[in-house]
């Protein structure tokens, strides 16, 4: 059974810090990764897709990657920016199965 | 805009009262879920849908039905609301199969808060 996993459940930094946000997966089965922005009391956003072929994808100042060997994704931000504060979530979405697998997320808050 | 759209977006009920969640797209994804968030507790599958006939459970299905007579609705039920089901629900649709149709991923709805008293 797939599990996955976000770390730091928290986090806070300065405007203007790179960061990285990670999340693992115990089964390297997935067809892709989907990261998420969830705003308090809104709905998910996507942000980026990575299909089990690819190691990376960039939109604008974020960029994620894939590993599916070590069961690795990481979510870059740079320059992060107070508009960056929110709950980001990865989920994985398996070979064999249309549902998706998320993990708990992590809550960024970036102080101006 | 297309996308996923979910109704009410804000419900109380009383204890064994029933209703319906609505969710419906115009993306013409054949997949369509729902999902409910609690805290500590993460997103969780209730029930899911491949097509128009054709449902099947998730990881919480007790307590809720669906059914899929469209590809553009995907409507929930609480048959008897009980306080446990307070929570914010989710409807989610993509495309199926593989190749070129799931680089766009999942879409989710802006959720409908539910509390029961």
């Known amino acids: 059974k797939q599990e996955v996993t976000q770390i730091p459940a928290a986090l806070s930094v300065p405007e203007g810090e790179n960061l990285v946000l990670n999340c693992s997966f115990t089964d390297s089965a997935i067809y892709n990764l989907q990261w998420f922005r969830q705003d308090p009391g809104k709905g998910l956003t996507s942000l980026l897709l990575?299909?089990?072929?690819?190691r990376e994808q960039t939109s604008g100042r974020l960029n994620a990657s894939l590993d599916k060997s070590s069961g690795r994704s990481t979510l870059y931000i740079a320059a992060s920016q107070p508009g960056d504060s929110a709950t980001y979530l990865c989920a994985s979405r398996m070979d064999s199965s249309y549902k998706l697998i998320f993990g708990s997320g992590t809550r960024l808050l970036v102080r101006p | 805009n297309a996308g996923v759209t979910q109704t009410p977006k804000f419900q109380v009920l009383k204890t064994g009262q029933s209703m319906t969640l609505q969710c419906a797209q115009d993306m013409n994804h054949e997949y369509m879920s729902w999902y409910r968030q609690d805290p500590g507790m993460g997103l969780r599958l209730i029930h899911y849908s491949v097509g128009a006939g054709i449902t099947d459970q998730g990881e919480v299905p007790n307590g809720y039905n669906v059914s899929r007579s469209t590809t553009e609705d995907f409507p929930l039920r609480l048959l008897s609301a009980a306080p446990s089901q307070t929570s914010v629900y989710f409807c989610?649709?993509?495309?199926?199969?593989?190749?070129?149709?799931?680089?766009?991923?999942?879409?989710f709805g802006s959720g409908t808060r539910l509390t029961v008293v």
């Open positions: 990575i299909q089990s072929s690819q």
């Open positions: 989610a649709s993509s495309y199926v199969g593989t190749g070129r149709r799931l680089n766009y991923g999942y879409t």
